[in-house]
């Protein structure tokens, strides 16, 4: 991702909580970062759209990020078709055997932000934004059974969940998540990481496993453990046009040699990808037309 050069002095007002300290996941994920390998953490980059702003300088953020691929007007437009961004790069530090690559999307959508309080709209719109697969959630009493607890007020704002799904149809990942959401009067921010304590967990492993096709149909190779992966999620709201909602999510993430063989299918695999999602998150949007209080 091509550096966010802002100059926007006090960006946050006292008065706005701030997600790193509502949000312990997404203030580790900023610093110290997502271990990435042995002794080695990447940081995630901070949100391209601080709290705080007005509607001059948040349009002053957007423009410097979609620069000369779109103007404005173009980019903020209520359709699910709209444009989004897509940036793919590679992040040091990283192990060699499993180099760390960030992922950086931004995109528009239209909708209620209040909508977002829905704890059911609100797992739902996350659903389609990780793209297709197959999960649970994670009961207290198998949590329990790991010596993880959560409080009565951390359940409100946390929870893990397991999940299986085929990468890019060339590698297949059960991972457990842990995730912990946080809100503010003007935005979201949901955090999300492979926690590595399930790293050979006999029901909710952390690992992947190549796949193969040929004359015999589809093969899957043996599980090696892996849990380098990590994310955010923020939804601001912008002051114009009305209605509109400015998402971005940033994803660092290892990759072992093993999944591609070397062979740099990202950039060619991922933007179809990406895009199914975004158009799916803005669907999600468009079914809450109906005004909140």
């Known amino acids: 991702m091509i ?9 946050a007002p006292a008065q706005l909580p701030s997600h790193e300290s509502a949000n312990p996941l997404y203030k580790e994920l900023l610093d110290p970062g997502l271990l990435v390998g042995p002794n080695l953490r990447a940081k995630l980059p901070p ?12 349009t002053a953020v957007i423009n410097q990020i979609i620069g000369n691929d779109y103007s404005y007007a173009e980019f903020t437009r209520k359709s699910v078709v709209a444009p989004q961004l897509l940036r793919i790069r590679d992040v040091q530090p990283s192990d060699p055997t499993a180099p760390a690559r960030g992922v950086d999307v931004y995109f528009v959508a239209h909708g209620d932000f209040a909508a977002l309080d829905d704890e059911k709209f609100r797992s739902r719109l996350l659903e389609v934004g990780r793209g297709e697969g197959k999960g649970q959630a994670l009961t207290a009493g ?3 059974k790991r010596k993880i607890t959560l409080t009565a007020e951390q359940q409100k704002h946390e929870s893990y969940g397991f999940v299986e799904f085929d990468f890019l149809e060339k590698v ?8 912990v959401w946080s809100k503010n009067p003007e935005s979201l921010v949901a955090a999300g990481q492979i926690d590595p304590r399930f790293v050979g967990d006999p029901d909710f492993p952390d690992d992947w496993r190549s796949i ?64 199914t999602n975004v158009r799916n998150m803005r669907r999600e949007w468009a079914k809450m037309d109906k005004p909140r209080k």
């Open 172 to 179: 297949r990942i059960r991972a457990t998540g842990r995730a």
């Open 142 to 144: 198998q949590l329990a």
């Open 47 to 58: 949100p391209s759209m601080p709290d705080g702003l007005d509607a001059a300088r948040q």
């Open 212 to 275: 193969s096709r040929g004359p015999g149909g589809v093969k899957v190779g043996p599980p090696h453990p892996w849990s380098g992966a990590g994310f955010y999620l923020k939804v601001t709201k912008l002051a114009q046009p009305a209605g509109a909602l400015f998402c971005e999510q940033h994803v660092v993430f290892a990759e072992p040699t093993g999944w591609f063989e070397g062979a740099n299918l990202l950039r060619s695999k991922l933007p179809p990808v990406v895009q």
């Open 3 to 11: 550096p966010l050069l802002l100059t926007l002095a006090p960006l």
